[in-house]
């Protein structure tokens, strides 16, 4: 008899009875955390390769075109396709001013102004 008087107290329950909250409850705040984390994680990620993408388009393209481009071309071969270039020009327009103006002491000026348009 003693022993179920001691089964039925509250004091004596052994520990197999007591179910564990840990056991029983999953860490769930900690894996919502981790999958916030995550996510925005993944969109920073994802926000910086399409920055990176616009900003080589914008540079390749050369809407916006520093000294240090990656995608500037040589000064020698732009100069050198310029020269190709100019053997396949027919025609050459340019204005020319001329000015004479004569001095009090016998002196000629004479100013020349070529311009290509």
Do not use: C, H
Request: net charge neutral; glycine share 2%.
């Amino acid at each position: 008899m003693e022993d179920l008087n001691n089964q039925s107290s509250p004091n004596n329950l052994s520990q197999d009875n007591i179910p564990s909250q840990a056991s029983s409850t999953p860490p769930l705040p900690e894996k919502r955390k981790s999958t916030s984390v995550l996510k925005i994680l993944v969109v920073v990620i994802v926000l910086l390769l399409v920055g990176v993408g616009a900003f080589g388009a914008v540079l390749y393209t050369r809407v916006y075109d520093p000294a240090w481009s990656p995608f500037r071309p040589n000064p020698e071969q732009v100069l050198m396709q310029m020269m190709q270039n100019m053997q396949n020009v027919k025609t050459v327009s340019s204005q020319t001013k001329m000015s004479l103006s004569f001095d009090d002491s016998k002196k000629i000026n004479i100013d020349f102004l070529i311009a290509y348009p």
